[in-house]
C-alpha cells in the first residue's frame, strides 16, 4: 500500500539533462527525508542525492554535485532530481527511497523502509 513510484529515465545523449520523478502513493512524503540512489551493472549501489522531509537541506555525492539538484514539493506528494550535464558514467538504474536518519543517506549507512521500482537512465552518444 505504500509505494513510491520514479519515471523520467530515458536515453540521453552526454550533456544532456534529464528530470526523475519520485511520487509517493499511500502515505504523505512529507513526512520523510528522500534519498535518491543509482546501481550500474556489476556495481554497487550508491547514494546520489538526499533532501530532508522539509526540503530545508540537501546532500550530494562529489560525482554529481554542481551537475544534479534534488529538490521535492511536498504538496504534489512527490520528490525531483534534476540531472544536468550528464556523462556515460552516469548510467544506471535509479531509486527513490524513504530515508533515515537523513545524515547517513548518501553514505548508504541509513535505513531505507521504502524504496521504489527503479527507473532506467542510459546516457550514450
Known amino acids: 500500500q505504500l509505494q513510491l513510484v520514479e519515471s523520467g529515465g530515458g536515453l540521453v545523449q552526454p550533456g544532456g539533462s534529464l528530470r526523475l520523478s519520485c511520487a509517493a502513493s499511500g502515505f504523505t512524503l512529507e513526512s520523510y527525508a528522500i534519498g535518491w540512489f543509482r546501481q550500474a551493472p556489476g556495481k554497487k549501489r550508491e547514494g546520489v542525492s538526499c533532501i530532508t522531509n522539509s526540503g530545508d537541506s540537501t546532500d550530494y555525492a562529489d560525482s554529481v554535485k554542481g551537475r544534479f539538484t534534488i529538490s521535492r514539493d511536498n504538496v504534489k506528494n512527490t520528490v525531483y532530481l534534476e540531472m544536468n550535464s550528464l556523462k556515460p558514467e552516469d548510467t544506471a538504474v535509479y531509486y527513490c527511497?524513504?530515508?533515515?536518519?537523513?545524515?547517513?543517506?548518501?553514505?548508504?549507512?541509513?535505513?531505507?523502509?521504502?524504496w521504489g521500482q527503479g527507473t532506467q537512465v542510459t546516457v550514450s552518444s
Open positions: 527511497a524513504t530515508v533515515r536518519p537523513f545524515s547517513l543517506c548518501v553514505s548508504m549507512g541509513a535505513h531505507y523502509d521504502f
